[in-house]
């Protein structure tokens, strides 16, 4: 009976991608149900919004993205700032503890002619931590000039003008 080639090319291949996969930020844009923007409308001119990123997405990609969604958000509805009345970002921390085993090969002498020759396995545990951060906003619109005095208050466009050059980056080509 012939034997066939093996699915190893395919199942590394597969491998490879999963990881890169699993390697890449967040991209910015809607929820998936689990990483990227949302947002809830609560009055009409008062939303909760939400950004969501994976464990490869940095803490502070995460507020920039929080804060550009608010912007287009606010610009979309017609008004011209927004004032972050609440915001947070949370850190979600998991554990993830696999083995590790690795093998050595030597040879000893104990005086001549005597050699023993081994092959033994070690095995250790190896635990990595995996941190995402959410990052969530209350933030109320508002129409004309942002009051210079508020440091909550962000002006809408200035935010897209701003930001939109790290949004567009992290877009997949």
Not at 85 to 109: I, K, L, N
């Amino acid at each position: 009976m012939k034997r066939t080639k093996p699915l190893r090319p395919f199942l590394v291949a597969a491998l490879a991608a999963g990881l890169v996969a699993c390697a890449t930020a967040t991209p910015y844009g809607p929820s998936d149900g689990q990483y990227g923007y949302s947002e809830q409308r609560i009055e009409e001119d008062r939303f909760r919004v939400t950004f969501s990123g994976n464990h490869s997405t940095r803490r502070e990609t995460v507020e920039t993205f929080l804060l550009y969604r608010a912007a287009e958000l606010t610009v979309a509805q017609g008004y011209d700032y927004f004032i972050a009345t609440e915001q947070e970002t949370e850190a979600a921390s998991t554990y993830h503890t696999r083995p590790v085993f690795y093998g050595h090969y030597g040879h000893r002498t104990r005086g001549f002619p005597y050699y023993a020759y081994g092959f033994s396995w070690i095995h250790e545990e190896r635990t990595s931590e995996l941190r995402r951060y959410e990052a969530v906003a209350f933030i109320v619109m508002r129409a004309g000039e942002k009051p210079e005095d508020d440091p909550t208050a962000y002006d809408a466009r200035d935010v897209l003008t701003n930001l939109g050059p790290v949004v567009e980056a992290s877009l997949p080509s």
